[in-house]
């Protein structure tokens, strides 16, 4: 198991190697935006198979929001964020051209977890993935991890909070005040 601490961890995504680590729900591989790619190698992940971009807070993640979403992303988010709930928005122009392979919508999420919240408040949004190869089942702690995907560092320090081994719940916005549920999961929309 190659453990590392967040100084290092913030060092090699920014030199755009993957890190996992934990969140509530499943333990993630992210990296920045711009190196998108190395997700999609080391999961052996179909690319046109949707990451989800973490923040830290709220406003970290509006950006990335099409204005015509933006009032519904922001009552949905202070609702239900920080936790198990994706949000499926209309992107815009300027995320467009920031993220590269990624066209018109973009699920985006919050994590209830402080290993979580505290890396990405250090490098800014992540693009995620759950730790496992794709069409495999996830695995939920370090050493689990550790084994399924040995080449990728892991934020420590372990163990990891337990997470809950559950998916987060995934709505789409369709149109103001119009969502879709695309995947039951934790969170019950009310």
Known sequence: ???????????????????????????????????????YKVKKRDSSKPLILMGSDISQLSKYVHQSALENYEYMASKYWPGALTLVMPISEHSKTNLRGIKNTLGIRIPNSMMAKSLIEETGPLLTSSANISGFATSTTAKEV??????VD?????????CSGLASTILSWKNPGK????????????
């Open 1 to 39: 198991m190659k453990l590392i601490k967040q100084k290092l961890a913030v060092e090699k995504l920014r030199d755009g190697f993957p890190i996992i680590f934990q969140t509530d729900t499943l333990p993630a591989i992210g990296c920045l935006p711009k190196f998108f790619e190395i997700i």
């Open 146 to 151: 550790s084994v399924v995907l040995p080449n």
């Open 154 to 162: 892991l934020l420590g320090p372990v163990p990891w909070e337990k």
């Open 179 to 190: 969502w879709e549920i695309i995947r039951d999961g934790q969170v019950s929309i009310t």
